[in-house]
């Protein structure tokens, strides 16, 4: 077990932000993990995955725990479905890739999603019209204080939109260590009604998609309206799409009746974020080194050399025009540290 002091997180968060940690311990299996945990019980604890969702505006002045437990296996199965295990530093694409060579089945719609398994019950990532939450079987977590090693199961979790408990009642409290997730191995449930999938599929003439056509599809589309992050620092969509009231709804589109929305229930309706940012103005925007993307008004970016600083008041900036605007809050998806 190696703790190195003042170590730059640059090349470990895909904004891209040159904050240090004040210690920084890669941990590759569970047993270091437990080493680490009994002999820095002075040290306050900061837990590093792919760094793909969250805004560094400081130093950390913390032991960052840098997840890189690797590994996945078949831990059960039946005539149609199985459980499948991986530790939670695989990163969840490559783990999503497995999968379909496998010709298992669920998660191909969150194909191409930055990040490690680990993190992914985190904010119960979605896209496409799936939700990890979908697939999702169980996980194991370290408690950081009493160092128990703890089973969740799906309820446990409290999953929502980009919500769980780990966000909530147990931030900071647990280390997840593995993920457990129930797929299919044949009668795959095919998602292709969300977003551009159907006319993607067709424009390849694939009339019978297979799971991997599917996720084909998505990859083509992500590659086309997300930023790559090794190409220009971002961290994915940087605000959740705002659920509000039907009557407030009604009230927005007197103003602009041109804005989108997604029925949710007979009572809420979902905007989306992009939306009203555009509509703000800041889509395209650039000051200094940073902005918004050109292509993507809910993707804030880093065009080389900002401050995670620079990038949480611009965040700020957008949320305060879009509440007088609008009367709408819009919250980060992203963590701002
Ligand atoms: C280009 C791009 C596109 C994206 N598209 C999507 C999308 O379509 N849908 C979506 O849902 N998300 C999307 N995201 C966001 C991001 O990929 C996910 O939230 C992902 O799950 C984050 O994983 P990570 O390992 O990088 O987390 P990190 O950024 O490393 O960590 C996120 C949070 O989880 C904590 N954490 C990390 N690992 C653990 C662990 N093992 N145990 C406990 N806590 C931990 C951290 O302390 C932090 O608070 C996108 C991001 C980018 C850059």
Same mark, same amino acid.
């Given at each position: 077990?190696?703790?190195?002091?003042?170590?730059?997180?640059?090349?470990?968060?895909?904004?891209?932000?040159?904050?240090?940690?004040?210690?920084?311990?890669?941990?590759?299996?569970?047993?270091?993990?437990?080493?680490?945990?009994?002999?820095?019980?002075?040290?306050?604890?900061?837990?590093?995955?792919?760094?793909?969702?969250?805004?560094?505006?400081?130093?950390?002045?913390?032991?960052?725990?840098?997840?890189?437990?690797?590994?996945?296996?078949?831990?059960?199965?039946?005539?149609?479905?199985?459980?499948?295990?991986?530790?939670?530093?695989?990163?969840?694409?490559?783990?999503?890739?497995?999968?379909?060579?496998?010709?298992?089945? &669920?998660?191909?719609?969150?194909? +191409?999603?930055?990040? %490690? $398994?680990? *993190?992914?019950? @985190? =904010?119960? /990532?979605?896209?496409?019209?799936?939700?990890?939450?979908?697939?999702?079987?169980?996980?194991?977590?370290?408690?950081?204080?009493?160092?128990?090693?703890?089973?969740?199961?799906?309820?446990?979790?409290?999953?929502?939109?980009?919500?769980?408990?780990?966000?909530?009642?147990?931030?900071?409290?647990?280390?997840?260590?593995?993920?457990?997730?129930?797929?299919?191995?044949?009668?795959?449930?095919?998602?292709?009604?969300? &977003?551009?999938?159907?006319?993607? +599929?067709?424009?390849? %003439? $694939?009339? *019978?998609?297979? @799971? =991997?056509? /599917?996720?084909?599809?998505?990859?083509?589309?992500?590659?086309?309206?997300?930023?790559?992050?090794?190409?220009?620092?971002?961290?994915?969509?940087?605000?959740?799409?705002?659920?509000?009231?039907?009557?407030?709804?009604?009230?927005?589109?007197?103003?602009?009746?041109?804005?989108?929305?997604?029925?949710?229930?007979?009572?809420?309706?979902?905007?989306?974020?992009?939306?009203?940012?555009?509509?703000?103005?800041?889509? &395209?925007?650039?000051?200094?080194?940073?902005?918004?993307?050109?292509?993507?008004?809910?993707?804030?970016?880093?065009?080389?050399?900002?401050?995670?600083?620079?990038?949480?008041?611009?965040?700020?900036?957008?949320?305060?025009?879009?509440?007088?605007?609008?009367?709408?809050?819009?919250?980060?998806?992203?963590?701002?540290?």
């Amino acid at each position: 077990m190696t703790v190195s002091k003042d170590v730059s997180l640059k090349s470990f968060n895909t904004f891209g932000i040159d904050a240090k940690a004040k210690l920084y311990c890669n941990i590759t299996s569970v047993e270091v993990l437990n080493e680490v945990l009994q002999e820095q019980q002075s040290n306050p604890l900061f837990i590093l995955g792919g760094g793909s969702n969250m805004l560094l505006t400081k130093d950390i002045d913390a032991l960052v725990l840098h997840i890189n437990l690797m590994g996945i296996e078949v831990v059960s199965e039946t005539e149609q479905t199985v459980i499948v295990k991986a530790m939670a530093g695989e990163n969840w694409h490559q783990f999503v890739l497995w999968c379909l060579q496998h010709n298992f089945g &669920g998660i191909e719609n969150l194909s +191409l999603i930055p990040g %490690n $398994i680990g *993190t992914a019950p @985190i =904010q119960n /990532i979605g896209a496409y019209g799936v939700e990890l939450k979908d697939v999702f079987y169980s996980c194991e977590a370290i408690n950081v204080n009493d160092k128990s090693l703890r089973t969740f199961t799906k309820e446990d979790c409290n999953f929502d939109y980009r919500e769980s408990v780990f966000k909530q009642e147990l931030k900071g409290e647990y280390i997840i260590t593995s993920v457990n997730l129930q797929l299919t191995k044949n009668n795959h449930k095919l998602n292709t009604g969300y &977003g551009a999938i159907k006319t993607e +599929l067709e424009a390849s %003439n $694939i009339k *019978t998609p297979t @799971i =991997q056509d /599917i996720s084909k599809a998505v990859i083509a589309i992500r590659q086309t309206k997300l930023p790559d992050p090794k190409e220009i620092g971002n961290s994915g969509s940087f605000f959740k799409n705002p659920i509000i009231s039907v009557e407030q709804f009604n009230k927005l589109q007197e103003n602009f009746p041109e804005v989108p929305s997604y029925k949710i229930s007979d009572k809420e309706v979902k905007v989306p974020a992009g939306w009203l940012i555009e509509t703000a103005g800041f889509k &395209g925007k650039r000051f200094k080194d940073y902005g918004v993307h050109q292509k993507q008004a809910l993707v804030l970016v880093n065009y080389g050399n900002a401050s995670g600083k620079e990038i949480f008041e611009l965040a700020q900036l957008i949320q305060k025009t879009v509440k007088r605007l609008f009367n709408i809050t819009i919250e980060t998806e992203v963590n701002i540290i």
